[in-house]
């Protein structure tokens, strides 16, 4: 089992983590690194409580515990279900505080460790403000979004979301698979016979 200790807060603040150095290549964020096996971190989750994810059902979701990284309020850790079963693919970080101010410091940090970002994921009314980062080695590729939101729908305050997205598109690759087969089993997927029983009422 890992111990979390005061590096860990460093790490979030990305002053003293090595994933993070240049340019690079990074996978590690508060303590939790991309790739790994997801029961590495099962003291900072209740696993019982994982569940997959409605609209990617090929990922699994386990929330992380109020408090177990400090200045952390909430957050998950997403894992696959498919093709390379419970390894870590996404990582997700919600601050208690949730001032712009926190979120102008972190992309300060972020630009002098990884340049410029390659995108903007905000709106155009910056009542989300979403910068991100792409990265790639091999054929591995990983991104890294910044943001900070005033919208109640879209987690409120700063929050930071890193992704292993190679391995996304190999679980839903594998996922689509399954699904073709077993479709196929059912004689072809079933087809709409009344487009009015969609229309709202």
């Known amino acids: ?20 150095a240049g340019r690079g290549f990074p996978l590690a964020l508060g303590g939790f690194t991309l790739g790994e096996n997801v029961h590495e971190y099962a003291s900072c989750c209740d696993l019982k409580l994982a569940s997959p994810m409605p609209d990617s059902p090929f990922l699994t979701e386990m929330h ?9 309020r909430g957050g ?12 870590l693919v996404r990582i997700k970080l919600k601050f208690h505080n949730r001032g712009q101010a926190l979120f102008e410091d972190l992309l300060a940090r ?23 980062w792409d990265f790639t080695k091999g054929d591995r590729r990983v991104s890294v979004l910044l943001m900070w939101s005033r919208d109640k729908e879209t ?4 929050s930071i979301k890193m992704t292993l997205e190679s391995a996304m ?9 399954r699904m073709d ?5 059912r004689g072809g997927p079933s087809k ?10």
């Not at 109020?66 to 952390?72: C, Q, R, S, T, Y």
Request: net charge positive; with cysteine.
């Open 1 to 20: 089992m890992r111990k979390f200790t005061a590096f860990v807060t460093l790490a979030l603040l990305l002053s003293a983590s090595s994933a993070f």
């Open 192 to 201: 709409i016979k009344d487009l009015n029983a969609f229309v709202p009422r």
């Open 181 to 185: 087969q077993l479709e196929k089993k």
């Open 110 to 132: 972020y630009k002098a460790a990884f340049g410029d970002p390659d995108s903007y994921q905000g709106d155009t009314f910056r009542n989300v403000i979403a910068w991100q």
């Open 64 to 72: 992380l515990k109020p408090d177990f990284l400090d200045g952390v």
């Open 76 to 87: 998950s850790l997403t894992y696959a279900n498919c093709k390379e079963k419970d390894k």
């Open 169 to 177: 598109d190999a679980e839903y690759a594998c996922f689509r698979e």
């Open 155 to 158: 987690r409120p305050g700063v």
